[in-house]
């Protein structure tokens, strides 16, 4: 709990138990009036500041739950459940008790007052008066007669007669004054008190209307007395002015009685009178119980709903702290009940939670390692790799494998392999073969395809493996591929090499004696044969001399094959090469057509000029070699900057109208000894390859689409370095 | 009749909490619109003997309410109180005298009079109508109130009277009552003068 809970928790405890005091202390006072009368009002304040500040802690609770209801707290919906419930079961009780209290109440106040009490009380006050009228009119009569006898007493007898007077009629006190109240003379039995009682001025006014007045009055402290005063008869025109007043003692039994009638009278006229008052004032002690029992019970629901939500807020806390992801959370347990036992189960839970969480997070930590680890291998490797599910989607590849089936390998992922050999018709063979194999459910296979596209054949070799679950059940398929194209025409072009060489040592060597000794045959014998022999000879030896030369050509070219002469870069404008091929061709004039399309201002180039210019020279000479062999004799050369894959790169196109090129022999072409030509060595397009290759660029031919014809497309790099290719060769 | 019992309790809890709650707020606005008929008549303050003394006379009526108390037996306890203050600038006056004439005002059945008490003196004098005992008890005749020797020169003193019904003497299932309504509100304002010494 925080301190400001705490701290409101002994307030209100301290004025709970203060109220309860206070309340106590009221219900002492209402039994004695003395008390009552003393602290009645004090306590009345002391309780209502009581309940106000009850009121007051009961708002500051409201207000609080209101805010927590607002803010969503946890736990706040059910406080408020449970103040409602708590609050309903201890205030209808209460208010049952409550109406009933007050009904005892007004019934038992209403019953201390009866009208037959009412009227014996007016009745025997009546009676005391009537009783105390019949002497009353005596002594008047006694009074008056005193009056007439003073009347005829000198002033000089009137000190002694007035004392044997009041002796005689049994008086307290009798005086003589005028009708302004001056002491004439007078006579009384109490020597100590020498002052003399004057009558009121409401008595002398109502003397002045009448001739008596007779009353009962309490004079000085003393018991009632019989006040009786006369004028004195007006016959004596001295005395005329004067009045007698005589104060005539009532038994001390008539006393008593009349005393006790008047207060009993009083005290229940009194009593009548605050009938309605004391009602009120008995409901405002009742209501301040009431409201104290309500109010208390409200904040102590308060407190007690507040209480048993705050485990169940924790644990709801706690469960989302958990779906949070936050296992670290301990909750206090509040007691030695279920709830408590609820509490530290919840506790174990999350402990346990924790801990798998912790042993998940390592099992997971390396699990990412040993991926990372292999996605490093496998982008590190050059073969291509691809896993299969076990219903053929695609499930994992590196870049390798990317790259070598020239993809975008991201939009392969989850795909079925089916639907990649549909997508994708240049890589069918592949995909089927893969396909083939998982289908034949082979554990362990390895197969070696050749792709084919324009640019020439690719060579793969494919090795595959299932893999499996430790239960045995098949999981997916590893796949491993390598493209072994360089590899082979490596090889190929290496074993063409040996051969050139050692061709061209084992012809060129017994070459030159045939050829000397065909030209000393015909030196020797010419002139000395007859003439038709000698023509033979001629003939023979021309013949002999030619097919030698012609042979030392191939074997120069067999030899120019084999070894790679030495590469010297430099910046070439191809166009001006294009232009000295054109020239040489032009100037041979064998009747072709030739159209130019070169793109004004192409780049330059880094590459050996002599090798370049032996390319177009070896790609004119075909074209040329294809229009003979047709009908037409167009021959278009195109020069332009196309941009693949982000580089930028020179394509010129040789493009002839001759018969085109067999589809099933377009891509060996550029091996050596292909041909299709009478006449040829078969190496022009292999020398051409082998030097577009040391350039870094590719060259393939392809057939014309919109017209007859084949055509040769090389592709040079722009912007790549002397060291680069240099590099490369 | 279980009807007719809730029926009654109900009329009992409703109008109880109606009157308490009517009661508060009544007396406030009555409050505001009472007009007081206790005043001062007339005051006369002389010294005889370096010893000031004061004659008064207040009109005091009583509230029909008040009346009809006294008649059902209920003593009234007038009180009229003198103070002498020293005027002091920074703070609040300070009382150097204080007196007191209680009276207390009794009804007797028995005889149809009126008793005025004088709790000072326990002087009790009867009159036969409520006037005459209201004109004693607002009457203060040659009241002693100091000695000329105990004001200070430089100093400036201020006398100050007034007559009110002590609504604390009354019985306390009347207070709660007494102390809101106005019809229990029997005070005259106080009457103040500076003493010239």
């Known amino acids: ?729 | 009749m279980l009807a007719l019992k809730k029926n009654n309790l109900m009329y009992i809890l409703l109008n109880t909490l109606k009157r308490i709650s009517l009661l508060f707020l009544l007396s406030c606005i009555c409050n505001l619109t009472y007009a007081k008929s206790i005043n001062i008549i007339s005051t006369y303050a002389y010294t005889e003997n370096a010893t000031y003394y004061l004659d008064t006379q207040f009109n005091f009526e009583l509230t029909e309410e008040a009346d009809k108390a006294l008649r059902h037996g209920i003593g009234l306890e007038i009180h009229t109180n003198f103070q002498l203050r020293l005027k002091r600038g920074w703070l609040w006056d300070k009382t150097i005298i204080e007196k007191k004439i209680i009276y207390k005002l009794e009804h007797k059945p028995l005889t149809n009079n009126f008793l005025a008490i004088n709790l000072n003196s326990g002087l009790r004098n009867s009159y036969s109508n409520l006037d005459a005992a209201l004109n004693y008890i607002s009457t203060v005749s040659k009241m002693k109130l100091f000695d000329q020797n105990i004001l200070q020169k430089d100093n400036h003193y201020l006398a100050r009277i007034k007559i009110f019904l002590d609504t604390e003497s009354l019985p306390p299932p009347l207070r709660p009552q007494a102390y809101f309504s106005p019809k229990w509100d029997m005070s005259s304002e106080w009457f103040e003068w500076e003493v010239i010494q």
């Open chain 1, 1 to 729: 709990m925080k301190t400001g809970g705490k701290l409101i928790l002994v307030i209100g405890s301290c004025l709970f138990f203060f109220m309860l005091a206070s309340l106590l202390m009221m219900s002492q006072t209402l039994q004695n009036p003395e008390l009552f009368d003393r602290y009645y009002s004090a306590l009345l304040i002391f309780n209502a500041i009581g309940l106000i500040s009850l009121v007051g802690l009961i708002l500051i609770n409201i207000k609080r739950l209101i805010r927590q209801l607002r803010n969503h707290v946890i736990g706040s919906r059910m406080t408020v459940r449970m103040v409602m419930i708590f609050s309903l079961l201890s205030v209808t009780p209460v208010l049952i008790v409550y109406s009933f209290s007050l009904d005892f109440l007004h019934r038992g106040i209403d019953s201390w007052f009866d009208l037959r009490v009412e009227q014996a009380l007016d009745d025997s006050l009546e009676l005391s008066r009537l009783a105390l009228d019949v002497r009353m009119r005596e002594l008047l009569n006694t009074t008056v007669k005193v009056a007439k006898e003073l009347n005829e007493t000198t002033d000089a007898e009137l000190p002694f007669d007035i004392d044997q007077i009041r002796e005689r009629i049994n008086a307290n006190e009798l005086t003589l004054l005028t009708k302004k109240g001056g002491i004439i003379a007078s006579s009384s039995n109490d020597i100590k008190n020498l002052v003399p009682e004057i009558p009121g001025e409401t008595i002398l006014l109502q003397l002045a209307q009448s001739n008596s007045y007779i009353g009962l009055d309490v004079i000085k402290d003393t018991n009632l007395l019989i006040r009786a005063v006369a004028n004195l008869p007006s016959t004596n025109i001295n005395r005329k002015d004067r009045i007698v007043q005589a104060l005539y003692p009532i038994s001390e039994r008539i006393n008593q009685l009349a005393e006790s009638v008047q207060s009993s009278y009083i005290e229940y006229q009194e009593l009548s009178y605050l009938r309605e008052q004391l009602k009120v004032s008995f409901i405002i002690i009742l209501t301040l119980v009431l409201l104290f029992s309500v109010f208390s019970a409200v904040w102590a629901a308060f407190y007690s709903a507040r209480q048993l939500a705050a485990p169940v807020k924790n644990l709801a806390e706690g469960t989302r702290a958990i779906a949070e992801g936050d296992y670290s959370t301990r909750l206090p347990i509040p007691s030695n009940d279920e709830l408590g036992f609820l509490v530290a189960s919840f506790n174990d839970m999350t402990d346990k939670i924790s801990q798998a969480r912790d042993t998940a997070k390592q099992s997971q930590h390396e699990a990412e390692s040993q991926r990372t680890y292999l996605e490093t291998v496998l982008s590190r490797l050059s073969s291509g790799v691809m896993v299969f599910n076990k219903e053929g989607n695609l499930e994992k590849s590196n870049i390798s494998a990317a790259q070598i089936l020239q993809l975008d390998i991201d939009m392969l992922e989850h795909k079925n392999i089916m639907s990649l050999a549909q997508d994708y018709p240049n890589l069918n063979d592949f995909f089927e073969c893969i396909s083939l194999n998982i289908e034949e459910r082979l554990d362990d296979w390895r197969e070696q395809i050749t792709l084919t596209d324009k640019t020439g054949n690719q060579i793969l070799i494919i090795n595959g493996a299932t893999l499996t679950e430790p239960d045995g059940t098949t999981s997916g398929h590893v796949i491993v591929f390598d493209e072994i194209t360089a590899l082979i025409q490596g090889q190929r072009d290496a074993a063409w090499s040996e051969m050139a060489r050692h061709l061209a040592h084992e012809i060129k060597n017994p070459l030159t004696p045939i050829q000397l000794a065909a030209e000393r045959l015909r030196h020797k014998y010419l002139a000395k044969m007859e003439p038709a022999d000698a023509d033979m000879l001629d003939r023979m030896t021309n013949t002999i001399i030619q097919q030698v030369e012609t042979m030392k050509d191939m074997v120069n070219s067999f030899s120019d094959y084999a070894r790679s002469p030495e590469y010297n870069p430099e910046e070439i404008k191809i166009e001006r090469l294009i232009q000295e091929g054109l020239d040489l061709f032009t100037n041979i004039d064998n009747g072709n057509i030739i159209e130019t399309e070169i793109e004004p201002n192409l780049p330059t180039i880094i590459g050996d000029e002599k090798k370049l210019r032996q390319v177009f020279n070896n790609l004119l000479t075909n074209a040329i070699d294809a229009n003979i062999a047709g009908d037409d004799n167009s021959l278009k050369i195109s020069a332009k900057k196309v941009k693949i894959d982000e580089n930028e790169m020179l394509e010129i196109r040789v493009m002839d109208s001759g018969s085109g090129i067999e589809s099933s022999v377009i891509n060996n072409l550029f091996e050596p000894y292909m041909t299709t030509k009478k006449k040829g060595t078969g190496l022009g397009l292999a020398i051409v390859k082998k030097i577009i290759d040391e350039h870094m660029g590719t060259v393939w031919l392809e057939n014309n689409k919109e017209q007859k014809g084949a055509c040769a497309v090389i592709r040079l790099p722009v912007n790549i370095s002397n060291n680069t290719i240099r590099k490369r060769t």
